[in-house]
Nanobody
């Protein structure tokens, strides 16, 4: 089992920044690729960003590319999503997830491939 707890959400004006963190406990964090997903009211869960278990490979949704940065610190069992130039359409509940990948640089964008999920943190961007 891996337990994931997100923090850092909140209310911010358009153009502002937020930093989300996800703290992991339980099994060895470095064995898991990590992803961030979001879900807005009335919409399906959407992939945001992912990072391989060794941190050497990252991937972003087109909608956030150039604005969001995912990173991880395996020594601290944390993964972070730095969000800048936020837009009202970024408003959603953001969740981190852990995936058991095939290799050290493998990452997944399909939420069904992730094994463990956090509860989520609300991000609201006002116009």
């Amino acid at each position: 089992q891996v337990q994931l707890v997100e923090s850092g959400g909140g209310l911010v004006q358009a153009g502002g920044s937020l930093r989300l963190s996800c703290a992991a406990s339980g099994r060895t964090f470095r064995n898991y690729a990590m992803g961030w997903f979001r879900q807005a009211p009335g919409k399906e869960r959407e992939f945001v960003a992912a990072i391989s278990r060794n941190g050497g490979n990252t991937y972003y949704a087109d909608s956030v590319k150039g604005r969001f940065t995912i990173s991880r610190e395996n020594a601290k069992n944390t993964v972070t999503l730095q969000m800048t130039s936020l837009k009202p359409e970024d408003t959603a509940v953001y969740s981190c997830a852990a995936d058991s990948p095939l290799g050290p640089i493998s990452i997944a964008t399909n939420p069904t491939e992730y094994d463990y999920w956090g509860q989520g943190t609300q991000v609201t961007v006002s116009s």
